[in-house]
């Protein structure tokens, strides 16, 4: 599991991540919510977020998970059920994308980006079709950058964040099918 402060990533051994853990504790009480992550997600909203547009278009309104705006500083856990996957291209996909496809800022299909050009390039690679959140606000806008959930994250919610925002790292998302259950561990406000 990555660990992330406040847009900084930390590549942690298993010693480390335990006493990384405990500074960044999970709150005394926290709730499982439970979601299915569409294959033709995207990560968060263009039409609410004009400066940082990816994809082609096709993508439908990614997953949205509110209830974050009184728990700033607080932590949220973000993972995949074991074995998760989607389809991309008739082709079983799990949440870490297309293994050996790292888009990272490279332009894709119709020279469109992906969402992974916005995240933090310490937290690349970044293939095809992982899963990504990101915080946002009450009208969608983007609340810090988006980040790959990988096998799993644990963070602080920033300041201004009302919702996590989750979908997929992708250009081309009519062709893609299923749904991820993906599990973010919120703290109860």
């Given amino acids: 599991m990555r660990l992330l402060g406040i847009g900084v990533a930390l590549a942690v051994t298993a010693a480390a991540a335990a006493a990384a853990?405990?500074?960044?504790?999970?709150p005394a009480s926290a709730r499982d919510?439970?979601?299915q992550v569409d294959a033709r997600a995207g990560p968060w909203l263009n039409k609410a977020n004009p400066k940082m547009r990816y994809g082609k278009g096709g993508e439908i309104a990614p997953v949205v998970i509110s209830g974050l705006a009184d728990v700033s500083g607080e932590t949220v856990e973000i993972f995949a059920a074991q074995g998760a996957s989607t389809q991309v291209g008739g082709a079983d996909v799990g949440v870490e994308g297309v293994a050996g496809e790292a888009v990272d800022d490279m332009p894709g299909a119709g020279k469109k980006y992906?969402?992974?050009?916005?995240?933090p390039k310490v937290l690349y690679p970044t293939n095809r079709h992982a899963l990504m959140a990101v915080f946002v606000d009450a009208d969608g806008k983007l609340v810090g950058r988006p980040f790959a959930?990988?096998?799993g994250v644990r963070l602080a919610i920033p300041d201004g964040a009302t919702s996590l925002s989750l979908g997929f790292n992708d250009v081309?998302?009519?062709g893609n099918g299923?749904?991820?259950t993906v599990t973010v561990v919120v703290p109860d406000s």
């Fill in 178 to 180: 299923g749904a991820m």
């Fill in 33 to 35: 919510v439970v979601v």
């Fill in 114 to 119: 992906y969402p992974s050009l916005y995240a």
């Fill in 149 to 151: 959930v990988g096998q």
């Fill in 21 to 26: 853990a405990a500074a960044v504790a999970m």
């Fill in 172 to 174: 081309e998302f009519s």
